[in-house]
């Protein structure tokens, strides 16, 4: 990255789900006089609020919030389009003298931002889809770790769309997606992590759970989102929406949507820890002490 004024700046704020990214962010944005880009994968969609953790506008405390519910879900949002848009809302914020903070735990979009690597967007084969939907999932996950190791490393393994789609792709490109940078962002970055042991995370994973099912909220959420989505689109979104939508279909228990949350959360956490612990830039950081100390030597 190459440094510059002020208004090149650009603050990460990254870790794994349930780190507590969204508090931190709001404090240091109130003291760095900063603005948030979101950097979720499922908060950039309408209507999933609960399921997907999306700050509140009481939350927000009066800090301004970019790239969140900008998609429908009805329709498949690239990391291509959260490019343009993410570049956008930060080029938007330093103009303004502020200082973009981007915050989120979706390794892609973050990349996408900080290294300018995008996917090529390669059009829908429907043929080879047809041929690929026949086959188990578990072949086809063992063929993407062969043609595109990387984002085999980051795919959910469970969903069947998300596969089929890495390995049209790669199958197109004849390998692994490259990663290039038609217009590399000229940002002078600061990487900041949220270290937590995986015990406190459980539990933390845990807690956000029964808040976000108490007086059937999220059970809510998904069946008001049902109106307009398939249950095989709601599936997809993974997490909390596949399992919730699961129990309403009557595939699982109420207990047993609990447990598959939770387990699949816990995987998600050591993915994502997986994809940010290639990062030697990254500063893990256990406090907000911490993160201040260097945002001021940064800034």
């Given amino acids: 990255m190459v440094a510059g004024g002020k208004n090149n700046k650009l603050i990460v704020i990254l870790g794994p789900t349930s780190s507590g990214k969204t508090g931190l962010s709001i404090k240091l944005a109130k003291k760095f006089n900063g603005e948030v880009v979101s950097a979720d994968s499922r908060q950039v969609y309408k209507g999933m609020d609960i399921g997907s953790g999306k700050i509140t506008k009481k939350e927000m405390a009066g800090i301004s919030h970019h790239l969140l519910s900008v998609a429908n879900p009805r329709t498949r949002f690239t990391v291509a389009?959260?490019?343009?848009?993410?570049?956008?809302?930060?080029?938007?914020?330093?103009?303004?003298?502020?200082?973009?903070?981007?915050?989120?735990?979706t390794g892609f979009y973050i990349q996408s931002i900080v290294d300018g690597t995008v996917i090529p967007e390669v059009r829908p084969d429907w043929k080879l889809r047809?041929?690929?939907?026949?086959?188990p999932l578990p072949e086809l996950f063992k063929r993407l770790c062969e043609l595109d190791p990387i984002r085999a490393g980051t795919i959910d393994q469970n969903n069947p769309r998300r596969v089929v789609r890495a390995l049209e792709v790669a199958i197109n490109l004849k390998g692994p997606v490259p990663s290039y940078s038609s217009k590399k962002p000229n940002f002078d970055v600061l990487l900041l992590g949220i270290k937590k042991n995986p015990e406190e995370l459980k539990n933390l994973i845990h807690k956000r759970l029964i808040k976000r099912l108490k007086n059937n909220a999220m059970i809510k959420e998904i069946k008001k989102l049902r109106k307009s989505l398939s249950w095989k689109r709601l599936e997809e979104f993974g997490l909390e929406y596949r399992f919730v939508a699961q129990y309403l279909q009557?595939?699982?228990?109420?207990?047993?949507?609990?447990?598959?949350?939770?387990?699949?959360?816990?995987h998600l956490v050591k993915k994502q820890m997986t994809w940010f612990g290639r990062d030697k830039k990254i500063y893990w950081i256990k406090t907000q002490k911490q993160a201040e100390k260097l945002i001021k030597e940064f800034l």
Avoid: C, F, H
């Fill in 81 to 105: 389009q959260y490019q343009k848009l993410a570049l956008r809302a930060i080029k938007k914020i330093q103009s303004k003298n502020k200082v973009p903070i981007l915050v989120g735990g």
């Fill in 130 to 135: 047809g041929k690929l939907g026949k086959k």
């Fill in 250 to 266: 009557n595939k699982i228990t109420y207990q047993e949507m609990i447990d598959y949350i939770q387990k699949e959360s816990e």
